[in-house]
């Protein structure tokens, strides 16, 4: 009698560790950057489709996310790793971080979304960083608001442009590359003459875009009408606002290569034991469900064709095209981006002259 019960017992501990076995297997670590937002409906979509409960660990900005993953690539603090973008992707997988996937669902996404050929990892969203204009400003002044990169460097404009620093900012980070992409390299007039002459215009630089945005643009109460953020920005004014707007209080400055296009993928962290699960959230996250909470939740578009946008980016946050759009290939970002980032603060934090850090 006594022996059956130990073997029941036995056999009850065992089913119970089992169980318990099989509840961690559905256990799903993303890394994200602090950015990222979903709602919990539909976080909890994905877990009552999948039985996959999903933990969402914030590594930082996306560089600071990117980072981490490289410097715990032997023991992984998660199996998915959301927000490395088209700037930050090369380094990424030199470093072996990610195990390649191509999801079933991918092909919702345009080919010229897709930057990377190895299919290391999966994009989700993208973003357009460019210049903000304050209406009220220009439509009480009796100056025109700038239609090109090049008037911010004019005297009229002298004292009215807020940037962030690229060195400790995504969207500065973007803007410098596309101001390569717009003025080149070693040219009779180049991307570094650019930012000398806005520097010497006086320009404002930011750590990152909340000081930017919320402290020096002159619609929050700085005293500069023209800030570097993002397409989407007039879209969330709107959206944002205490009382019912009929247009935006902000307006985007459009013009050749005006608009860095940040995308942003997600991709399955090399040695994860939960490759399945993996596999399951990035097909999710190409989902009509999680693509249309992209717009409202991240204020970014979505990288799947065809999903429907709010009615305020319709009206107030169109996505740039053509010419308008700048963007470099990933493996030009990492070749060159340590050594643009010395030229740009030398020139713009140190005063020096372009020819001497050539």
Not at 59 to 69: F, I, L, Q, S, Y
Not at 192 to 213: C, I, K, P, Q
Request: proline content about 7%; glycine content about 6%; overall charge negative.
């Amino acid at each position: 009698m006594e022996g059956s019960l130990f073997v029941r017992t036995t056999l009850i501990l065992l089913t119970l560790l089992l169980l318990a076995e099989s509840a961690t297997a559905q256990r799903l670590k993303v890394l994200t950057h602090d950015s990222f937002a979903v709602p919990e409906a539909v976080v909890e979509a994905f877990t009552a489709q999948t039985g996959i409960e999903v933990e969402f660990l914030s590594g930082g900005d996306a560089g600071e996310a990117v980072n981490r993953a490289i410097l715990t690539r032997a023991r992984p603090l998660a199996d998915v790793l959301f927000g490395v973008d088209n700037s930050l992707i090369a380094r990424a997988i030199r470093e072996g971080v990610f195990e390649p996937y191509l999801s079933p669902a991918l092909g919702g996404v345009p080919e010229a979304l897709r930057f990377d050929p190895s299919g290391s990892v999966t994009p989700v969203d993208v973003g357009y960083v460019n210049f903000n204009l304050d209406r009220a400003f220009f439509e009480t002044s009796s100056l025109e608001p700038p239609t090109d990169l090049t008037d911010l460097t004019k005297p009229a404009f002298r004292g009215l442009t807020a940037v962030e620093n690229p060195a400790t900012s995504s969207p500065g980070l973007a803007f410098l590359l596309a101001t390569v992409v717009r003025f080149g390299e070693g040219g009779s007039y180049d991307w570094l003459d650019f930012w000398a002459d806005l520097r010497a215009n006086d320009v404002h630089v930011s750590a990152g875009w909340t000081e930017a945005y919320y402290g020096a643009f002159s619609r929050y109460g700085g005293d500069r009408p023209v800030v570097l953020s993002y397409a989407t920005s007039p879209a969330a004014e709107v959206i944002f606002s205490e009382a019912p707007l009929n247009r935006a209080p902000t307006i985007n400055l459009f013009c050749q290569a005006c608009a860095y296009r940040q995308i942003e993928a997600v991709g399955i962290l090399a040695g994860t034991e939960r490759r399945a699960e993996a596999e399951a959230f990035i097909d999710f996250m190409l989902s009509p469900t999680f693509q249309a909470s992209i717009p409202l939740n991240m204020f970014v578009y979505p990288a799947v064709a065809n999903i429907e946008l709010p009615e305020a980016f319709d009206l107030f946050a169109p996505i740039p095209q053509g010419s308008e759009v700048a963007e470099l290939p990933p493996e030009t970002v990492e070749a060159h981006q340590q050594r643009w980032l010395e030229q740009w603060t030398k020139v713009v934090m140190q005063g020096r002259d372009p020819s001497e850090v050539r």
